[in-house]
């Protein structure tokens, strides 16, 4: 998996190379951008009772990075970011740290005022709260999403879900089912210079 990991920062490292030189274009550039997550864990029946009680449980956030490159109607948004995930299981809080990288195309409707995206995103876990023992470090998932944007600003709500379930221990002991997926609901807000 660390030859994965290599794999997704060259290719996220060419495509900044590529959008700097093609910064002349217009709405190619970088950016920042940071976003409030809710994490559900797959239960989102369950979680949206929880949500009248105390909305903040599950409430992490995102910090990052982008490049786009537009090409007319169509766009190609590398990312790079740290997210923090709160998880609340049988009143127990947990937190899960991670870098993300997302690989997102997207399509401008309305001239580039609305956009919808997806693509394919790339996790490496840094700190896992759910898990104690040796686990895999790396997954993948995707996102889908639309976005508005007003000039350099934009504002985007996002689906994600991991590819991949998790084993872990602490969901087995209280409720004898051990998987765990983690999909969230983001709310983004991102600054392109």
């Given at each position: ?85 709160q998880s609340e299981i ?30 394919p995103t790339f996790h ?70």
């Amino acid at each position: 998996m660390k030859t994965t990991l290599k794999a997704i920062l060259i290719v996220f490292g060419f495509s900044c190379i590529f959008l700097g030189s093609a910064e002349a274009q217009v709405g190619s550039g970088f950016g920042i951008k940071g976003s409030l997550n809710y994490n559900s864990n797959g239960r989102y029946f369950k979680d949206a009772q929880a949500i009248w009680g105390n909305p903040w449980d599950n409430l992490g956030y995102n910090l990052g990075v982008f490049g786009k490159l537009d090409l007319g109607p169509v766009y190609l948004r590398p990312e790079l970011g740290y997210t923090n995930i709160q998880s609340e299981i049988n009143n127990t809080k947990v937190t899960t740290q991670r870098l993300d990288a997302p690989v997102l195309v997207g399509l401008n409707l309305l001239g580039s005022m609305v956009s919808v995206f997806g693509g394919p995103t790339f996790h490496y876990y840094m700190q896992d709260g759910l898990r104690d023992f040796d686990y895999n470090k790396y997954n993948a998932g995707y996102q889908f999403g639309v976005g508005l944007n007003f000039g350099s600003l934009g504002l985007d709500l996002r689906y994600e879900r991991v590819m991949e379930g998790q084993s872990v221990l602490i969901d087995d002991v209280f409720t004898g089912n051990g998987d765990f997926v983690f999909q969230q609901l983001l709310l983004g807000l991102s600054l392109k210079f």
